[in-house]
């Protein structure tokens, strides 16, 4: 549930700075290995795929730019998944992402995914009654076929409260720069607030599974959030490269991946000692 998250959680800027900047390098080396470029092997490590969706405002784009920007533009593929066009409307909704998606040693960032048929689209009564409630299954499935051709799927909702969402609005409203990204759309979606909290709720509650679980990011201090996608990002991928078998140095290993694999290590010399 959206409710059990503590929304006060907060780093400095200096903080933030430091982690950023550690977090960057890693991913940066491990998005090399996971190319096979870091070390001229070129052995191909698994699809990497990060799914972003959120509150309006949540801070989406603010965290894509971070986990983006220190890699070179040819290694990573960003997405904005809009409203579907009429032509895609003629097939079965999930059909228009396998463009999009990364095949092996490729990465891809979505903002917005396959979700907004349980969000949006149940919220706003785009898709009937029994086409969302038919999508979580369908979803599942879906992600299943793609974790077991061995893809890395990490999801991410962005969550805030509605005081910090109507302070942002106010905000964009009065720069010049980013007011282009508050729509009457926004304003709208606001006064059905409990009612997409109820349809996020579902949707995490019944498509959070062990091969694509959902990360929940805190996102009303964006310093902790930026944080967290990165720290996130870099720990799932080099549990992927080390479970694949790759070469992966100490460095880009995060310390959270290395002590639990040193404790995976003596628990099992442990088992073998007692044999």
Known sequence: MLSN????????KTQEAELLSAEQRRLVMLRLIDGGI?????????PICAIFEGWDASGKGGAIRRLVSPM???????????APTKAEKRHHFLSRFWPVL???????????????????????????????????????AFERTLTDEGMVLIKFWM????????RRFHAREKNLLKRWKLTDE???????????EDAVNEMLERTDTSFAPWTVVEAEDKRFARVKVLQTVTERMAKALLDQGLDVPPEAIPPSVAAERSAQESSSQASQALQ
Request: charged share 30%; no cysteine; net charge negative.
């Open 38 to 46: 870091f070390d001229g092997s070129g052995l191909l490590g698994p």
């Open 102 to 140: 990364p095949g092996w040693g490729g990465m891809a960032v979505l903002d917005r995914s396959w979700y907004g048929r349980v969000l949006v689209e149940r919220v706003e009564g785009f898709a009937t009654e029994e086409q969302w409630r038919r999508a979580y299954d369908e979803i599942k």
């Open 186 to 196: 926004d304003w709208r979606n606001r006064h059905k607030w409990a009612e997409y």
């Open 72 to 82: 070179d533009p040819r290694h990573v593929r960003v997405a904005s998944i809009a």
């Open 159 to 166: 969550h805030i409260s509605p005081e910090e969402q109507l």
């Open 5 to 12: 998250y503590d929304l006060s959680q907060r780093i400095s």
